[in-house]
């Protein structure tokens, strides 16, 4: 079985410019989460999809942060515009469904700004 | 509001010794209890879970924790550490709750492995 893919794997950007993160879910997990880690802390929920639909995105910095899910499979994270302290690495995970508590993570994306 | 204590930022063990690594939660129902570990540049993986039953739970790679409902305690230990064992630990919590049965981590312990 497949994990959770993500990509890139790096990115370095500028200030004030935008980026967006990738997410492929392990196969049949409807469940899929956005983590945003910041070197030295734990990782901390930015928001959860159930399908396509939104669970929980109070952690989310709606104005400059937004993500989509729109066939309930892949997700994409976007930041725009960039501030240095979004500096960190943005982890996707999944999970099958609501009674499963276990999730899975992938390799995660590391995001330079400077 | 459910959250996670890992006292300890850093440790260091040589080879071969015992291994214990403390984790506190606080969580207003029955909490299930997770502990990954987290290599460089790798995602997290996931070494052992509580949800019920059994307080001491066995995981992968020789690792172990006991829940303390008492203590609100899910320490992680390991009763001889090798070096490949070096990595990231995280403590989480969570729950069956309206909150979309969200995951809250610890802000981690490195573990440094001595030869």
């Known amino acids: 079985e497949a994990g959770v893919a993500q990509s890139p794997r790096y990115k370095i950007i500028e200030k004030r410019q935008s980026v967006a993160f990738w997410c492929n879910p392990i196969s049949g997990h409807a469940t899929l989460y956005w983590y945003q880690q910041i070197l030295g802390q734990g990782p901390k929920l930015l928001i959860q999809f159930q399908n396509n639909g939104v669970v929980d995105d109070s952690q989310l910095p709606k104005d400059r942060f937004s993500a989509e899910r729109l066939k309930g499979v892949d997700s994409t994270l976007k930041i725009q515009p960039a501030k240095l302290e979004d500096s960190a690495v943005y982890l996707c995970a999944s999970r099958r469904d609501r009674g499963v508590q276990e999730q899975y993570f992938g390799p995660g994306t590391r995001l330079t700004v400077t | 509001a459910q959250s996670v204590t890992q006292p300890d930022i850093h440790i260091t063990v040589s080879e071969g010794a015992s291994l214990e690594l403390r984790c506190n939660y606080s969580?207003?129902?029955?909490?299930?209890l997770f502990w990954y570990v987290q290599s460089p540049g790798q995602g997290l993986q996931l070494l052992l879970k509580?949800?019920?039953?059994?307080?001491l739970v066995q995981g992968i790679k020789g690792f172990e924790a006991e829940f303390k409902r008492s203590q609100s305690s899910f320490n992680l230990r390991k009763p001889s550490v090798h070096w490949s064992d070096a990595a990231e630990y995280f403590c989480?919590?969570?729950?069956?709750?309206?909150?979309?049965?969200?995951?809250?981590f610890g802000t981690g312990t490195q573990l440094k492995v001595e030869l």
């Open positions: 509580y949800f019920s039953g059994d307080t």
């Open positions: 969580y207003g129902a029955t909490p299930y």
């Open positions: 989480a919590v969570g729950g069956l709750t309206g909150g979309g049965n969200k995951l809250t």
